[in-house]
């Protein structure tokens, strides 16, 4: 088999799944020289068995990965990125300022728009927009001013209760804030959210629809897009069942055997082309009016959380979405490796998935998502954490910590359990037994948690409903 140095930055189990499909190649023998925010020992265990290196830095500092990169460039064929972080601090930007030959699967900063929900807005298509409005504190002559075009902008979207909260700057989610659940009226919302936050926000009006992610690679060609599109994923961002609580990194996801999800039609389907191709365009206008090289733009992934009917919540241009990339990565046919070096030369192989169900659900410590307050200090004695056997949960450990020979709980989603079947109840069956097995692995035993009805019958069905409703 062909070597190859592989570069990569991990946050979490969405990187751990990236760097396992990779690991399994039929065709190449990575050696892996990563950054990771955790001293994962599945990350250990990946560096000692293909010979590479690994360095811990929790804040995942831009300067960390170009003092590796510095000492290793020479070794080093690919480089990927599964987490946003690292992609708007410009680390392909820095590679290339350095002249180092080293492709990469990320955009250069400019073009992470992930970076600015305003700037997504504005380069949205028009007519998968809803009615939205950009406020920028510092260019308001006092507090009161800024409060009373709250205030009239609410009023003309029809009130608090229909209107959602969204900061500029990325928070995984979690600092958006809908009306009607988290905040009832304009003073809750201006008190809660506003009053105190110095930063520019988007107020947008509240959509009412089913939700699924788009995930398209792009690699500067427009027509591959038919070829390079993955599995349509349901995503579960509220903490806690019944789709109740604060925004999350996402819970948990479940993607069928086919395509497309239970509740979609096929116009839902098409329409992630039709967005991705309008944006994809703005994008470029965008790159000629501001002077910038549109090549900087590509390859890379366009995730895109789609509102069913015709709209669309957010997209992030980067990376692939946290936990909607794993899925399709365990069901993917394709050498990932083979699949990747053809993607940067511009000249990709289609992508082709078994036709299985999935099902993955987060394991999370007691604090995640607001469920409970302290400190608490949680081992986990899970052996099955290192196998990966398609036939049984797939275990793929996320914010957890190797200490002195044990593995620790951290404050994020501990690990990431992924159930493969002919079907989503098949599926669901194998997480939630995988699920439990890491529960009940946990010293104390009792705080771990998931959130329970993640692709449950109930849950689809009510989805089902709710998009035919809609049509």
Known sequence: ??????????????????LLKMFS???????FYIVAKQNNPMLRRLVKVTGGVLRVDRSLKLSTHID??????????????????????????????RGWNIPCTFPRK????????????????EDYN???KAFHPSKYSSRGELLEDVKRWVEMLGGAGNVVFKPDSPAAGKGVAVGGEHFHTLNELIEGYISSFNQPFIIEERVEAEESS???????SIGHLNFLRYPEIRDYK??????LGPNTGGMGCYMDSKPILPFMFEEDWSSGYELASKLIRNMQSWAEENDLNPEGMYPC?????????HRVFEGNIGRPGDPEDIPPLLTMKNDLIDFYFGLVEGNPSNLNFEEKASVLIYVVPPTYGGRMSGKFNIKLNFEGLWILDQNNPVYLPGDIELSDGAVYVKTSRSVAVVGLGESIEDARRLALRGVELVEDSAEPKGYLWHRGDIASKEHIEKSVDHRRRLA
């Not at 509220?238 to 789709?243: I, K, Q, W």
Request: net charge negative; aromatic share 12%; charged share 25%.
């Open 25 to 31: 190649s039929p065709n190449y023998s990575p050696t």
């Open 110 to 125: 400019i073009f992470a728009i992930e970076r600015s929900k305003i700037l997504q807005r504005r380069l949205f298509p």
């Open 238 to 243: 509220r903490a806690f069942e019944g789709d």
């Open 301 to 309: 992934m366009y995730y895109l959380a789609m509102a069913h009917p």
């Open 68 to 97: 590796l990169l510095e000492k290793y460039h020479g070794e080093i064929d690919l480089a990927i990125c599964p987490h946003e972080k690292i992609v708007i601090a410009g680390l392909r930007d820095a590679i290339e300022e």
């Open 1 to 18: 088999m062909e070597h190859v140095g592989i570069f990569a930055s991990i946050y979490g189990s969405r990187g751990v799944a990236e």
């Open 214 to 220: 788009c995930q398209i690679w792009f690699d500067g």
């Open 130 to 132: 809803p009615r939205w």
